[in-house]
Nanobody, 119 residues
Framework: VQLQASGGGLVQPGGSLRLSCAAS????????MGWYRQAPGNLRERVAA???????YYADSVKGRFTFSRDNAKNAVYLQMNNLKPEDTAVYLC??????????????WGQGTQVTVSS
């Protein structure tokens, strides 16, 4: 199983970006899937994710600005980021807990995509 992330880039404050992440390989089940971010000198924090109970998690810092969505058929998740702020600048990483053929539930991380919010 691999997670392939795309999107990100440089945007001015108040601008928007959209991140995408898709799981490929012999996926049997997805327990959770979403986005983390890590800025230099900061701990990695979870930004948004769908949880196994059917709910969606959002970090308080992004509520009302970011929208998380998923496409079950494609094993993909998306993060629409609006009204971006300089403090959103970070490497965004896609994360999932996935069961695959011949393998129990395991953690997977995408390659990370840089989001820079600056004027």
């Amino acid at each position: 199983v691999q997670l392939q992330a795309s999107g990100g880039g440089l945007v001015q404050p108040g601008g928007s970006l959209r991140l995408s992440c898709a799981a490929s390989g012999s996926v049997v089940g997805v327990y959770t899937m979403g986005w983390y971010r890590q800025a230099p000198g900061n701990l990695r924090e979870r930004v948004a994710a769908f949880l196994n109970d059917g709910s969606t998690y959002y970090a308080d810092s992004v509520k009302g600005r970011f929208t998380f969505s998923r496409d079950n058929a494609k094993n993909a998740v998306y993060l629409q980021m609006n009204n971006l702020k300089p403090e959103d600048t970070a490497v965004y990483l896609c994360h999932a807990v996935i069961a695959s053929m011949g393998r129990d539930w395991s953690d997977y991380w995408g390659q990370g995509t840089q989001v820079t919010v600056s004027s």
